[in-house]
């Protein structure tokens, strides 16, 4: 399997995540990509929308089928992060950081934010996780929230989407083809090395519920291990991080 084979180039989309997601469920190989010029009803993670103007992000949903048992899917999420943030610094010669779960961010300020899906395929008792990228390429400040940035706006000039699209395909292969073979100790090391808010205080939202702590860094399976006020450390499968203290809502 290679992530971006086949590749299918759409002008206009609801979300990628929707037609991947149809494409998984009728059998298409894994690997398949699914990319879009535009999104009319793109989606982030927690219910969120995500909105590019046309042509602005690199919007793209790839199928993949994980030999890995279900519990290393975490890590497989940090994964995708880790080698979005290794294209980002490709293009800005910088180094970018991983936000648990899996947004990529520049100096603190969000440049890709990462959606995955994993679901059995119908008439089957086989699972394919399908895994959304938007990658900030050319939005301009005025297309993003204060706290957004782009390629254009961190290295003075849009990357052409074909040299961005070639660089991220070619990252994706490798943390897949590491994970794949269960070489997990070693991109776990790179993630602790890039985690943002390591020995900072930030809050994590699971639902109903609400951790506040310590970031240490992350376990082998992904989950983020939080050491709270009175010196406990816990490991932290799902949720949305915020950096900081508890705001009461
Ligand atoms: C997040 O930051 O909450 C995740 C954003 C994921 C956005 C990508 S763009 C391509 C794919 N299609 C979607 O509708 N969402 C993902």
């Known amino acids: 399997m290679a992530i971006g084979r086949p590749l299918i180039r759409l002008g206009e989309t609801t979300s990628t995540m929707d037609v991947a997601r149809a494409l998984a469920n009728q059998g298409a190989t894994p690997g398949t990509t699914v990319l879009a010029g535009h999104q009319t009803q793109g989606r982030g993670r927690a219910g969120r929308t995500w909105i590019a103007p046309p042509w602005s992000a690199i919007t793209l949903s790839f199928i993949t089928a994980s030999r890995r048992p279900m519990e290393s899917l975490g890590l497989l999420s940090l994964a995708w992060g880790l080698a979005v943030a290794e294209t980002v610094d490709a293009f800005t010669g910088g180094r970018s950081q991983v936000k648990w779960p899996n947004d990529v961010l520049v100096d603190g300020r969000k440049i890709a934010g990462i959606l995955v899906t994993n679901g059995a395929v119908p008439g089957t008792t086989e699972y394919r996780q399908v895994t959304g990228i938007g990658l900030n390429r050319a939005n301009l400040p005025g297309d993003l929230p204060p706290a957004g940035t782009s390629l254009a ?49 930030v809050h994590v939202r699971d639902g109903d519920r609400g951790h506040a702590g310590v970031v240490r860094g992350i376990d082998p399976r992904g989950a983020l291990l939080m050491e709270d006020a009175a010196g406990v450390t816990r490991a932290i499968v799902a949720g949305e991080l915020t950096r900081g203290p508890r705001r009461e809502r």
């Open 153 to 201: 706006i961190e290295t003075g000039g849009a990357p052409a989407e074909g040299d961005v699209l070639s660089e991220l395909l070619v990252r994706l292969n490798l943390v897949w083809s590491q994970f794949e073979s269960g070489t997990h100790d070693v991109i776990v090391d790179r993630i602790q090395r890039r985690l943002a808010y390591r020995g900072e205080q």
